[in-house]
């Protein structure tokens, strides 16, 4: 644990910065400008793009890009806010990055369900622009638990009343109930079956994870991840369920306005399996940022036990073996980290 610890403490370094290395902003907001003014209706003139920024702790992966724009359309002033992320360039925290996969999950999420999500506007394929594919969403107006410093320390969160974490740790699991009692088939969810890896659901997730641990540790030796894997394998639960699983569900991948969840963001890691991989990826995420770094809890957050039982109320099923499914969200933070600390050497950073 003591990497990870390291890394979640004091690192300042951010997989998806990476296009910042080969591009300033001066330079993309040059050829945004250009990009955007094709896909603005026809009547258009005048674009102008303005406060271009790439956000003080966003994304551990892809690239986000904040900017405004304003311009006229048909004789009429227009305006609006955007969000760009963009693939990194170069070695990231994942083997392979499908940004269109990410753009087709909230695209349909928002025209196809109350899961609360961005507008989603454009997709760009084309990795000269940018240096890696890219997708255009709307920016609401929201705020988003900080990773860091964690959340616990500072700001809105820490700051908040008992009665308002309470609001917005239960609101946050009723979202993620809502997301799981989707009919994915129905709704066209299909594209997230990776046959490759096996069966469809968590026999997926596992094959996966087995091969990602290998390219991740980068040649370092990972025994304690070799028997945690092993024992998932040996002892996977006989659970046939499937469902829509979000893949990174914790607060920091929300937006809230008054302490109500108003964006679901971050897919990259969407696949399908069972709900009890989401929730104890939640519930792990948030005892990670808190106890196990050394930080009190949040007062205001109930308890695993009423965090249960608010699920199986907005769900409608019971939960089932989260022991195992905690300690594969564990198995899988850990990994992560693993990918991290092989990125942060490649570029010459020291862990």
């Known amino acids: 644990?003591?990497?990870?610890?390291?890394?979640?403490?004091?690192?300042?370094?951010?997989?998806?910065?990476?296009?910042?290395?080969?591009?300033?902003?001066?330079?993309?907001?040059?050829?945004?400008?250009?990009?955007?003014?094709?896909?603005?209706?026809?009547?258009s003139s005048g674009l102008e793009i303005s406060d271009l920024k790439i956000p003080e702790g966003a994304g551990h992966s892809n690239t986000t890009l904040l900017f405004d724009a304003r311009w006229t359309e048909n004789g009429t002033a227009k305006n609006g806010g955007f969000v760009a992320r963009v693939r990194p360039h170069g070695r990231g925290v994942f083997p392979e990055y499908d940004m269109r996969l990410q753009f087709r999950c909230m695209e349909i999420l928002g025209a196809r369900t109350d899961v609360p999500v961005p507008r989603m506007l454009w997709f760009e394929d084309d990795e000269k622009l940018l240096g890696g594919p890219f997708y255009v969403m709307e920016k609401l107006d929201g705020v988003v638990p900080a990773d860091n410093?964690?959340?616990?320390?500072?700001?809105?969160?820490?700051?908040?009343?008992?009665?308002?974490?309470?609001?917005?740790?239960?609101?946050?699991?009723?979202v993620l109930a809502r997301i799981h009692r989707l009919d994915w088939k129905k709704l066209g969810f299909e594209f997230l079956d990776r046959p490759l890896y096996g069966p469809i659901g968590f026999e997926q997730q596992l094959a996966y994870y087995r091969e990602y641990l290998g390219w991740a540790a980068g040649g370092r030796a990972t025994p304690e991840l070799d028997q945690t894997l092993v024992w998932l394998e040996t002892h996977k639960p006989d659970d046939d369920r499937i469902v829509l699983n979000w893949g990174d569900a914790r607060l920091s991948n929300m937006m809230y306005r008054d302490f109500a969840p108003i964006a679901v963001l971050d897919w990259e890691m969407a696949c399908l399996g069972p709900p009890e991989a989401d929730l104890a990826w939640f519930v792990f995420m948030n005892e990670f940022l808190t106890n196990a770094i050394g930080l009190p809890g949040?007062?205001?957050?109930?308890?695993?036990?009423?965090?249960?039982?608010?699920?199986?109320?907005?769900?409608?099923?019971?939960?089932?073996?989260?022991?195992?499914?905690?300690?594969?969200?564990?198995f899988r933070f850990a990994v992560i980290m693993e990918a991290i600390e092989t990125l942060m050497a490649h570029n010459g950073i020291e862990s």
């Open 1 to 43: 644990m003591r990497r990870v610890v390291v890394a979640a403490r004091g690192s300042r370094y951010r997989p998806g910065m990476a296009i910042v290395a080969t591009q300033d902003l001066d330079g993309i907001r040059g050829k945004l400008t250009g990009w955007l003014q094709k896909h603005l209706p026809a009547g």
């Open 149 to 174: 410093p964690p959340y616990a320390i500072s700001g809105w969160v820490a700051e908040a009343s008992p009665a308002d974490q309470d609001a917005l740790w239960r609101r946050s699991i009723a």
């Open 298 to 330: 949040i007062a205001g957050f109930p308890s695993l036990d009423e965090t249960v039982t608010e699920y199986e109320r907005h769900a409608g099923f019971r939960v089932r073996d989260l022991h195992y499914f905690s300690v594969w969200a564990a």
